[in-house]
């Protein structure tokens, strides 16, 4: 799995904080011994994304567990739908609960808000990214999610994509003066964005080759005309206040992409409850 490395310390930091030195309560009352099966079940509709982690929050405790979904990552469920069995030691089923189902509810809230943007989009073109715009430490999950509720990944971090923004571009002097002064100092492969608000920085940026232009807060007039002045030449994507009912109307511009802050910024954890049964 990409990102093993982010994965594995965003778990220790969740069992440290969650765990630290032992469950005191199910230590003083549950034998080491015993063992049961505990069953996740759906409590609202929606697409499901985290059971590959869960799993390895309850591997973290237990190998010889017994992991037995009943749906997979990116699949749509109904309430009332069982989507996980699992078998293990009585203690180890409690330790991984709440994480477990912490992890498992705000990815599959992410999924399932993702898919309904998705879902507007049918028939067009036009793909739906996600953003920056993560909760710290969770990006990776949060951009697993997207990707389960049939969206596309934007860039990771600042790293593995140049974005030239307003600030950049104040401080440059000009688009032109920006994208060169990234272009010298970049590995070859890295892609160049840069957002403008306008279509004379359009031009600007079409000019100095830029890989990707964001039109950033455009009416659907001003897109559909930067659309055509781009040409092909540059992918485009549109950014600023994208909502579902505006999604058809702004795809219809033309642009490659559409990037929503609300997918990963604005969360709705589905709901999901656990039952343990003594095996």
């Given at each position: 799995?990409?990102?093993?490395?982010?994965?594995?310390q965003l778990?220790?930091?969740?069992?440290?904080?969650?765990?630290a030195?032992?469950?005191v309560?199910?230590?003083?009352?549950?034998?080491?011994h015993s063992r049961?099966?505990?069953?996740?079940?759906?409590?609202a509709?929606?697409?499901?994304?985290?059971l590959?982690?869960?799993?390895?929050?309850?591997?973290?405790?237990?190998?010889d567990?017994?992991?037995?979904?009943?749906?997979?990552?990116?699949?749509?469920?109904?309430?009332g739908?069982?989507?996980?069995?699992i078998?293990?030691?009585?203690?180890c089923l409690?330790?991984?609960?709440?994480?477990?189902?912490?992890?498992?509810?705000?990815?599959s809230?992410?999924?399932t808000?993702?898919?309904?943007?998705v879902k507007e989009l049918?028939?067009t073109h036009?793909r739906?990214?996600?953003?920056r715009k993560?909760?710290?430490?969770l990006?990776?999950?949060?951009?697993?999610a997207v990707k389960?509720?049939g969206?596309?990944?934007?860039?990771?971090?600042?790293?593995d994509?140049?974005?030239?923004?307003d600030?950049h571009?104040?401080?440059?002097?000009?688009?032109?003066?920006?994208?060169?002064?990234?272009?010298?100092n970049?590995?070859?492969g890295?892609?160049?964005?840069?957002?403008?608000?306008?279509?004379?920085?359009?031009r600007?940026a079409?000019?100095?080759?830029?890989d990707?232009i964001?039109?950033?807060?455009?009416?659907?007039?001003?897109?559909?005309?930067?659309?055509?002045?781009?040409n092909?030449?540059a992918?485009?994507e549109?950014?600023?206040?994208?909502s579902?009912?505006?999604?058809?109307?702004?795809?219809a511009?033309g642009?490659?992409?559409?990037?929503v802050?609300?997918?990963?910024?604005?969360?709705?954890a589905?709901?999901i409850?656990m039952?343990?049964k003594n095996?």
């Amino acid at each position: 799995m990409q990102y093993d490395k982010l994965i594995n310390q965003l778990i220790d930091l969740a069992i440290e904080e969650d765990i630290a030195t032992g469950d005191v309560t199910t230590n003083s009352i549950i034998p080491a011994h015993s063992r049961a099966v505990a069953e996740m079940k759906m409590k609202a509709d929606g697409v499901i994304s985290g059971l590959e982690i869960a799993r390895r929050v309850y591997e973290y405790f237990e190998k010889d567990i017994l992991w037995e979904p009943c749906v997979k990552d990116g699949s749509p469920v109904k309430k009332g739908d069982i989507i996980l069995r699992i078998e293990a030691s009585y203690r180890c089923l409690l330790l991984g609960e709440r994480l477990s189902l912490n992890i498992l509810q705000r990815m599959s809230g992410i999924a399932t808000e993702t898919a309904k943007y998705v879902k507007e989009l049918a028939g067009t073109h036009t793909r739906l990214l996600d953003t920056r715009k993560t909760a710290p430490g969770l990006r990776v999950l949060d951009k697993m999610a997207v990707k389960d509720g049939g969206a596309t990944n934007h860039r990771m971090g600042l790293y593995d994509m140049a974005m030239i923004k307003d600030n950049h571009i104040k401080v440059a002097g000009g688009i032109t003066n920006a994208v060169k002064a990234v272009r010298a100092n970049i590995p070859a492969g890295i892609k160049i964005e840069v957002e403008t608000t306008n279509l004379n920085e359009v031009r600007e940026a079409l000019a100095v080759q830029a890989d990707i232009i964001m039109l950033d807060n455009m009416s659907n007039t001003e897109m559909a005309e930067a659309v055509k002045i781009i040409n092909g030449q540059a992918q485009t994507e549109a950014s600023g206040n994208m909502s579902i009912p505006r999604l058809k109307e702004v795809a219809a511009t033309g642009v490659d992409f559409i990037s929503v802050g609300a997918l990963t910024h604005s969360v709705s954890a589905l709901d999901i409850s656990m039952n343990i049964k003594n095996n």
